[in-house]
């Protein structure tokens, strides 16, 4: 199971003008609300170590006067049911982040109420793009470009800095790996190969921004960038397409559980980047 909750967060506190909601809060808050249904597993995903089955952030507003919106992704299935089961349906009235005390409302899961809201799995997305057994389902137009939306700062961490350009190997391996842990069925390690050789970055929309975590700043990039597949290959054009789906739950890079690399894919890109709510970066 693949979750994707949307949160709506009203400040309940007067506004503050100095008050800032850090990655660190967002994730913070994460941990208490899974430690209170399962101790054990909110224990497990604070030790340090390497990718983590959820991200969080919180969105840019899609409309004036939207207000918060914090997104919750979960891509291991005890930690998605958990979610949708118990901690969702029980969510306190109200949660504090930083400095502000913030009323929160229904989640949403339906993607046809929020586009960055969505439930499936992984048996969905290998089925769209390798076979269906449903005869009245729609396959996938047969594309050799795929469009994606990084909607908050996203960057590759390597030897202590930040690559701040979507390098499709990149890209690519990230999800790859995610997915090989946390999803069936796995797929080989030359795939990343076979990216370095046949895909490349075709067009582009992207701006670089200063990301401060509260402990210190980075950079990451966000907007637009559309590559190409050069291999007609079906079965690596099926994995491609099928990982750039899954990047909709598990994120892009570094820092993912602290509001970077929030990612989705898109048809055409179209309008503008708008700035990340969180972390700030003032």
Request: glycine content about 6%; some cysteine; proline content about 9%.
């Amino acid at each position: 199971m693949f979750l994707s909750a949307i949160l709506p967060l009203t400040p309940s506190d007067p506004p503050v003008s100095t008050a800032r909601v850090y990655g660190h809060h967002i994730h913070a808050l994460f941990l208490d609300l899974v430690r209170r249904a399962d101790p054990a597993l909110a224990q497990s995903l604070h030790e340090p170590r390497g990718d983590k089955p959820f991200t969080l952030s919180l969105l840019p507003s899609l409309a004036k006067g939207e207000g918060t919106r914090m997104r919750i992704t979960a891509f291991e299935p005890h930690l998605a049911q958990l979610l949708a089961q118990t901690i969702l349906p029980n969510l306190p009235r109200e949660i504090r982040l930083g400095d502000t005390t913030f009323s929160v409302g229904a989640p949403i899961t339906d993607r046809t109420a929020h586009p960055w809201a969505d439930i499936s799995s992984a048996d969905e997305l290998v089925n769209r793009w390798f076979q269906s057994k449903d005869p009245s389902s729609q396959k996938p137009i047969r594309s050799d470009r795929v469009t994606l939306e990084f909607i908050t700062p996203t960057a590759h961490r390597q030897i202590h800095r930040n690559i701040l350009f979507p390098i499709p190997a990149q890209l690519w391996g990230g999800w790859l790996r995610a997915w090989n842990a946390y999803a069936h069925p796995a797929f080989e390690d030359d795939l990343i190969a076979r990216v370095e050789q046949d895909v490349a970055i075709s067009r582009y929309n992207l701006k670089t921004m200063i990301v401060n975590l509260g402990e210190y700043r980075t950079a990451g990039w966000l907007g637009y960038a559309t590559f190409t597949y050069f291999n007609r290959e079906p079965a690596l054009w099926r994995v491609l397409n099928l990982l750039a789906d899954f990047a909709f739950f598990c994120g892009t890079g570094y820092k993912t559980t602290q509001g970077m690399g929030t990612t989705r894919r898109l048809d055409t890109p179209t309008g503008n980047p708008k700035p990340a709510a969180t972390p700030h970066d003032d």
